[in-house]
């Protein structure tokens, strides 16, 4: 089944007596999407093309940003402005002729999830937000797919594996949502995700190859700054089934409610019906007075006090660095009652 080619350039690995030649093979067969293709899912996908991983899907809508360089190796300077998932395929194809890649320029959502997760053996999640974390999750058990987590966060990053043979899920380990910071706002040091993301590369070799000890039930926690790490164990939830199916429920519900616009869609409805939208900044005071595209400032903090206020006959649209205090405003709308038109959030 391996070209000669293919024995020549893996043969280091091959000597390994845990994978051989058919841990080789099985690498090869293997189709692993990997949701996210910045910090964390850049070195994971070098590694694992590297590897003779024979098919890497790529999911990610984003587009690389010059804040992006000092972490996300996989791209240049001459990459910016570049959608990830595209511009990741082109380089893989480089390193790796070997390898299969499909690309997917799109964000994850409960419309999709489905279709894209059915079609690979399991996910390697290295998303950076909260909401993407539990549709993954929950689609995963639905399907039946393991998957790899990763998280990074200023010095600090957790690694684990979830729903694998039966064994403890997301959300055994993080029922609700948390209100913690990602690295746009609190920050990240640079080697972070490579650290982290080989780890999640090894532990995906360790699933393909069925070998080794899988974080499955366990959690890795490695800080960079101390040199320390630690591994906390935790097990699968009774009532995990009854979550997922519901949590499924309310973000479709939610999904109905809240959506984001792109900057087209944007302009569009600022020259259509100029007078029709609402534009709101929910950074800080100091953010918006650096920087700012129009409309009114109201910090996030300050958005459960200010509901009662907002017009119900206009579109309000959220705005903020990353999109995820935009996103947190306009759920507190939706959880609110708040009867006005569509709320929409959106980072620029």
């Known amino acids: 089944m391996l070209e000669p080619q293919e024995r020549k350039r893996y043969s280091r690995q091959i000597l390994l007596p845990e994978l051989g030649i058919r841990g080789q093979e099985m690498l090869k067969l293997a189709k692993v999407l990997v949701i996210g293709a910045g910090g964390l899912g850049c070195p994971v996908l070098q590694y694992l093309a590297a590897a003779g991983v024979g098919t890497l899907g790529i ?21 910016v402005g570049k959608n990830k998932a595209l511009t990741a395929a082109e380089k893989i194809s480089v390193l790796n002729p070997f ?14 999830a489905e279709e894209i997760i059915n079609g690979y053996d399991f996910v390697i999640d290295g998303s950076d937000n909260f909401p993407t974390r539990y549709l ?39 029922p609700d949502i948390s209100d913690e910071d990602n690295c746009a ?81 944007f302009e569009m409805l600022q020259s259509q019906h100029p007078d029709q939208v609402e534009l709101i900044d929910v950074r800080e005071y100091y953010e918006f007075e650096a920087d700012n595209f129009g409309g009114v400032n109201i910090p996030l903090s300050d958005i459960p006090e ?29 959880d609110s009652g708040f009867e006005g038109q569509n709320f929409w959030a959106k980072s620029w």
């Not at 999911?59 to 990459?79: E, F, G, K, P, W």
């Not at 390898?99 to 999709?112: E, I, K, M, W």
């Not at 939830?237 to 519900?253: C, G, H, L, P, R």
């Not at 200010?306 to 405003?329: D, H, M, V, W």
């Open 59 to 79: 999911v990610d809508d984003d587009v690389v940003d010059m804040t992006n360089l000092h972490r996300q190796i996989l791209y240049s300077a001459a990459d």
């Open 99 to 112: 390898v299969t890649t499909a690309t997917y320029p799109v964000r994850l959502s409960d419309s999709n």
């Open 136 to 174: 993954i999750n929950d689609f995963c058990v639905k399907l039946g797919k393991s998957f790899v987590f990763g998280s990074i966060l200023r010095f600090e990053g957790q690694v684990s594996v979830f729903n694998y043979k039966n064994g403890p899920t997301y959300r055994c380990l993080f």
């Open 185 to 265: 706002e609190a920050g990240v040091i640079g080697i972070l995700p490579g650290l982290i993301g080989s780890y999640m590369a090894n532990e995906a070799i360790k699933l393909i190859c069925d070998i080794g000890e899988p974080l499955s039930g366990k959690l890795l926690v490695i800080n960079s700054l101390t040199n320390s790490s630690s591994i906390f164990q935790f097990s699968r939830s009774a009532s995990f089934d009854a979550v997922s199916k519901q949590s499924i429920k309310n973000e479709e519900k939610e999904q109905s409610l809240l959506r984001e616009i792109s900057w087209e869609e």
């Open 306 to 334: 200010n509901i009662s206020s907002l017009p119900a006959s206009k579109t309000i649209i959220f705005y903020c660095q990353s999109g995820i205090r935009s996103k947190k405003a306009a759920k507190l709308l939706i």
